[in-house]
């Protein structure tokens, strides 16, 4: 297969960088290099756009940076016989999605890129407004943007009903006649969002990573069993679908991803210390 750069090194971040600075890192180069912001250099900022969104594709999966981890490339090369284009069927170009439509056409025909200008706003909280409004923040908790919440503000000594939807992310702008209101999220002690998905650590025991069983995970909406099956190694991600955040506009929800990790404890008891000696005396 063609020598390709590695993903982490096109986006700058590092092999055990946050699904936060990824995605900030995108965020930086994608508009650095989007090509109407290069006329005079047009070939290589297309190139470079979509090299980096390519890169943002597998990065910002949980499943496929974790296989692309392991077996780099070759993983989402048919060739290989290991897997085939990890954007097959993929709707999600990075935080920004759009239609990408000038005079000289699309440079990436076939793909689904889109003008990240379009919904800059969404992410950002504003920086291209058309008009010339006052903007007001407003702070929400995670769990409120989630499941959408109505605050009452008090705007220039008058009381205004603000619907924050289902959804919202932290920059979502809301528009009225008169201002716009942008929404700060506050981050949460346990959840990690990125777009519509939901992350989550989950410790379980050594005994129920090595023997398999069940543990109870608590989702945004219910508690749910999850299966864990014998010899299931730390660190391993398991995918609820449909137990993320709703859509912002239409149906659905994102999906939370699950991260096992086996709990090693610091204090033992002296039946417990002599049951792990067995262990180890047969190979354990």
């Known amino acids: 297969m063609p020598t390709k750069r590695d993903y ?11 699904s936060q600075e990824i995605k900030t890192a995108y965020r930086k180069l994608a508009l650095k290099w989007h090509p109407d912001k290069n006329p005079t250099n047009r070939a290589e900022s297309e190139q470079k ?15 496929k940076r974790q296989t692309y981890d392991q077996f780099g490339h070759a993983a989402f090369d048919p060739s290989s016989g290991m897997g085939g284009n990890p954007f097959g069927g993929a709707t999600r170009q990075g935080p920004f999605t759009w239609s990408y439509n000038t005079s000289g056409g699309s440079p990436f025909q076939g793909g689904d890129f889109g003008d990240p200008f379009e919904i800059f706003e969404q992410f950002f909280g504003g920086g291209f407004s058309r008009a010339s409004k006052p903007r007001y923040g407003l702070s929400v908790t995670f769990m409120e943007a989630i499941g959408g919440v109505t605050k009452g503000v008090s705007i220039d000594g008058k009381k205004h009903q603000i619907k924050v ?17 942008t929404i700060d999220v506050k981050p949460h002690s346990r959840y990690r969002r990125d777009g519509y998905d939901l992350f989550v650590d989950h410790q379980i025991t050594f005994s129920l990573a090595t023997l398999g069983g069940t543990t109870k995970v608590e ?12 010899g299931t190694a730390s660190h391993t991600t398991i995918r609820l679908r449909g137990e993320g955040v709703p859509h912002l506009r239409g149906s659905g929800k994102g999906d939370m991803y699950v991260r096992l990790m086996v709990k090693i404890p610091e204090n ?3 039946e417990q210390r002599q049951a792990l000696a067995q262990l180890r005396q047969v190979g354990l």
């Not at 982490?8 to 946050?18: C, F, H």
């Not at 980096?52 to 499943?63: F, G, P």
Request: cysteine-free; glycine content about 8%; aromatic content about 8%.
């Open 49 to 63: 756009f979509k090299e980096i969104n390519e890169a943002y594709q597998v990065l910002s999966d949980a499943k």
């Open 268 to 270: 033992i008891s002296r």
């Open 8 to 18: 982490y090194e096109i986006l700058g971040v590092t092999k055990s960088g946050t």
């Open 219 to 230: 989702t945004i909406s219910r508690p749910l069993e999850l299966k864990v099956r014998p």
């Open 165 to 181: 939807p289902a959804g919202a992310g932290d920059g979502t702008r809301i528009s009225y006649d008169a201002f716009d209101v």
